[in-house]
Structures are given as structure tokens and as C-alpha cells.
């Protein structure tokens, strides 16, 4: 029963890395830049030797060691981790898949491929790993609140379903 509760929502991660990873691959292949909605979004690739908004550039095996940290802790929360909600649960499993795909990268080219980017505003450029973690993020706080209105609420489970 543990293995089950532990694994709901795995099934997020391979989809997630499968698109990130032909994502990138097209991007380092194609003719970028390309403005697909004019005003609004382009492919432009780069590459990043950071961490999200190139933050700490150039600093590629520290950035690594702490992608494997924080990717083990969530693996672990996921695990060990006693009434998670299916939300945060959803969450967790969408931040794990991002931090492979951009792990992924660090170790096999030494950067991470970067791509979208959002023209009507000054803003990074980033992938999907990036937006999986961004949304998995939402998703897991979601889920905490949740799980803390309905202790709250009295039913005490903390939320697991």
C-alpha cells in the first residue's frame, strides 16, 4: 500500500522528461531563433551553465550537486513523506521530472538547453523542465494548503487523498 501511495501521480515524470527532452533536441537542431506568436513567444536557443535565470553561471558542478540533493529530497519526502496529498503529491512528481530534464543536461553537455522565450515582457529564457518545475511548485503548495484546511477541519488525516 505504501509503494502504491508513494508512486500516484509517478506516471508525470517519464511523460514530462520524454517532452522535455525531444523539446531540447529539436531546439538544438533548428533554425533559432523563430518567432512563433508574434510580440509574444519565440524559440531562441542558449545555453545556460546556471541555474534557473542563469543564476550562478559558470558554477555547473555546484549546480549539479545541489540539482541531486534537491531531486533526492522530494524522492524522499514522496517516500517517506506520511499523508501527502494527491496534489502535492502531482506537484512533487512535476518538480522531480524538471529536475531530471535539466540534470540530464548538466551531465551529458555541461549546460542546460534553453529555449522559450516570452517577448511582451523582460524575462528569462527557459525550457519545459523549467515550467514543470514552476508548475509543480503551485501544484505542491496547493496541496499543503489543502491538506491543512481539511486537518484543520477536523478530519485529521492530513489530506492523503
Known sequence: M????????????PLALAVDRATKVWAQKADLPREVLPGILQFTYVKNTGAAFSAFSGKTAWVTAVSVILVLLVLGYLAF???VHKCTRLGLWLIVAGGLGNLYDRLALGYVVDFIEVLFVRFAIFNFADVC???????AAVGFVLAEKREKEGNGVGGAN
Open 133 to 139: 518545475i514552476c508548475c509543480g511548485a503551485v501544484l
Open 2 to 13: 505504501k509503494v502504491k501511495r508513494m508512486l500516484w501521480g509517478a506516471y508525470l515524470a
Open 81 to 83: 513523506g506520511k499523508n
